[in-house]
């Protein structure tokens, strides 16, 4: 099973700042990547796809790098509504594991 | 529009049984994979089942292997998971999901649905 691993566990920045969160894989998912947000008491939505394309109405700020083993979510300006925990999950194998979650908070 | 409603959800002891169900609606059922997945209190997501649009193939972690069958009706649209010998550990939010093979991801999710185990 591949394993995932996210960082920081928690990310404590304040509105406008950049976030940067990283998600690394245990071997390599190849581009088959994806982050979903999820706020309290919601249901997750899907942000990226394949590593670094955007779901539709995803805002422009979201962005999705990397390839392998080692991949990163930035939000460039931080906005109220962004603060949430955000997951990583890999489709290389069926059905793909989760990795355990970043939580941004606001500082 | 896409529409996932889960329902079945409650509290039942421990060794008891339980059925989910994920009505959808506004979608072609039969051309998608589904799945549940299962969010724990203060924790993370986890696969519980996944299966094909034509329910031939499924997969189950161990943690729920031999205790819980998922399974669907495309004629009702309609995805079912069938949890037996419920344990404390199975104690979660539990999520219907549809997978878009053209997103390759987990693109709409119902509002999840409380299971709990307690004695």
């Known amino acids: 099973e591949i394993v995932l691993t996210q960082s920081p566990g928690t990310l404590s920045l304040s509105p406008g700042e950049r976030a940067t969160l990283s998600c690394r894989a245990s071997?390599?998912?190849?581009?088959?990547l994806a982050w979903y947000q999820q706020k309290p008491g919601r249901a997750p939505r899907l942000l990226i796809y394949?590593?670094?394309t955007r779901a539709t109405g995803v805002p422009a700020r979201f962005s999705g790098s990397g390839s392998g083993t080692v991949f990163t979510l930035t939000i460039s300006t931080l906005e109220a509504e962004d603060f949430a925990v955000y997951y990583c999950?890999?489709?290389?194998?069926?059905?793909?594991?989760f990795g355990g979650g970043t939580k941004v908070e606001i500082k | 529009e896409v529409q996932l409603l889960e329902s079945g959800g409650g509290l039942v002891r421990p060794g008891g049984s339980l059925r989910l169900s994920c009505t959808t609606s506004?979608?072609?059922?039969?051309?998608?994979?589904m799945g549940w997945i299962r969010q724990a209190p203060g924790k993370g997501l986890e696969w519980v089942s996944p299966?094909?649009?034509?329910?031939?193939?499924?997969y189950y972690p161990d943690s729920v292997k031999g205790r819980f069958t998922i399974s669907r009706d495309n004629s009702k649209n309609t995805l079912y998971l069938q949890m037996n010998s419920l344990r404390v550990e199975d104690t979660a939010v539990y999520f219907c999901?549809?997978?878009?093979?053209?997103?390759?991801?987990?693109?709409?999710w119902g509002q999840g649905t409380l299971v709990s185990v307690s004695s």
């Open positions: 999950q890999q489709r290389s194998d069926w059905p793909g594991t």
């Open positions: 506004g979608f072609m059922f039969s051309n998608y994979a």
């Open positions: 999901a549809r997978y878009s093979r053209t997103l390759d991801g987990l693109d709409y």
């Open positions: 394949d590593a670094s």
């Open positions: 071997e390599s998912v190849s581009n088959y």
């Open positions: 299966i094909s649009g034509s329910g031939r193939s499924t």
